[in-house]
T-cell receptor, first 110, second 116 residues
Framework: DAGVTQSPTHLIKTRGQQVTLRCSPKSGHDTVSWYQQALGQGPQFIFQYYEEEERQRGNFPDRFSGHQFPNYSSELNVNALLLGDSALYLC?????????FGSGTRLTVV | QKEVEQDPGPLSVPEGAIVSLNCTYSNSAFQYFMWYRQYSRKGPELLMYTYSSGNKEDGRFTAQVDKSSKYISLFIRDSQPSDSATYLCAMSGGRAGGTSYGKLTFGQGTILTVHP
């Protein structure tokens, strides 16, 4: 059983560009959350999607947006990239108890 | 003040030692408490999950929650070199739409090294 799959695994972008990260949840999971993890820090909640709607949002600017598709997969979009957006972006899926995380996308903004 | 505080360590112990990891929190609304383990270049992996106060044991791992003190702990008995990783506590206030729990608020993580 495949867990949470994220793509790409690594990405280098230039300041000001836009990026799209993708996530396929674990089979049977209907809720997808996105987290940003800076080096040496715990993950920070960006937003959560359920039934193709954003249900909760963390303290992130509107440059961060997302989408959930009917098959429960999800995308995270970040516009106007800043150097400070460099981080590991984690996708987590869940059904009831606990969350299953993917291995993340390492985004480097130069 | 951060909602969840966790001593980042690093913590270095000999193989076979008992490890104690702790987090304190300030938000009384937290009801679900989790411990995740994260190896380098990997996503967090759920180790233990506890609802409200009490203890929970799973093999060499014991999780404790004291809501009156807003304090949670994870104990690892007979620690092994393979336990070397970053340990993250995480908390949630409960369901927010859908069938799943709301956002997780994480501690900073404690880096643990178990040496042979």
């Amino acid at each position: 059983d495949a867990g949470v799959t994220q793509s790409p695994t690594h990405l280098i972008k230039t300041r000001g560009q836009q990026v799209t990260l993708r996530c396929s949840p674990k089979s049977g999971h209907d809720t997808v959350s996105w987290y940003q993890q800076a080096l040496g820090q715990g993950p920070q909640f960006i937003f959560q999607y359920y039934e193709e709607e954003e249900r909760q949002r963390g303290n992130f600017p509107d440059r961060f947006s997302g989408h959930q598709f009917p098959n429960y997969s999800s995308e995270l979009n970040v516009n106007a990239l800043l150097l400070g957006d460099s981080a590991l972006y984690l996708c987590a899926s869940s059904l009831r108890v606990g969350y299953t995380f993917g291995s993340g996308t390492r985004l480097t903004v130069v | 003040q951060k909602e969840v505080e966790q001593d980042p360590g690093p913590l270095s112990v000999p193989e076979g030692a008992i490890v104690s990891l702790n987090c304190t929190y300030s938000n009384s609304a937290f009801q679900y408490f989790m411990w995740y383990r994260q190896y380098s270049r990997k996503g967090p992996e759920l180790l233990m999950y506890t609802y409200s106060s009490g203890n929970k044991e799973d093999g060499r791992f014991t999780a404790q929650v004291d809501k009156s003190s807003k304090y949670i702990s994870l104990f690892i008995r007979d620690s092994q070199p393979s336990d070397s990783a970053t340990y993250l506590c995480a908390m949630s206030g409960g369901r927010a739409g859908g069938t799943s729990y709301g956002k997780l608020t994480f501690g900073q993580g404690t880096i643990l090294t178990v040496h042979p």
